[in-house]
């Protein structure tokens, strides 16, 4: 079957960013007390309690975690290009709102790079390197795959 995208936005968008979004969830599943607390630097870590609301809310972003895996693979797999570009540049648009959020919590500790933990390079470096992939390939940098 032929592809929206070219081989290279394919392999990243159809398949290793669902992967990642999958193992994402499934580590969230198994220890969300974890994943809760990994979401700030213990700098500026105010309150380690981890009340109800905040598994619920934890749980609830697996699930969207879970759905950007299956929508990935679902606009990236099909044949057609407007499918695959407005799904990437939806997606484009939400890791601007993801990295914005790190940033609004983290405050100035976000450019210290000696404070970020494994979880603040996945939020803002993967986030950002996604983001990058889906403009350039948005713009055709990568070719212009299947029209």
Not at 44 to 54: E, G, M, R, T, V
Request: contains cysteine; aromatic residues 14%; neutral net charge.
């Amino acid at each position: 079957m032929a592809h929206a995208v070219t081989l290279w936005p394919f392999l990243l968008f159809g398949v290793i960013e669902p992967a990642l979004l999958i193992w994402a969830y499934a580590i969230l599943l198994q220890d969300p007390k974890s994943y809760y607390l990994g979401q700030v630097p213990h700098s500026i870590l105010a309150d380690a309690s981890f009340k109800p609301q905040a598994e619920l809310v934890v749980l609830l972003l697996g699930n969207v975690y879970l759905l950007l895996a299956l929508l990935a693979v679902v606009c990236i797999w099909t044949s057609h290009r407007r499918v695959a570009i407005f799904y990437l540049l939806a997606v484009a648009v939400a890791d601007l709102g993801h990295i914005y959020a790190i940033y609004r919590v983290w405050g100035e500790t976000f450019w210290d790079l000696n404070q970020w933990n494994d979880m603040m390079w996945g939020n803002v470096g993967v986030s950002a390197f996604l983001h990058v992939n889906r403009l350039a390939t948005v713009l055709g940098l990568f070719g212009r795959g299947r029209k």
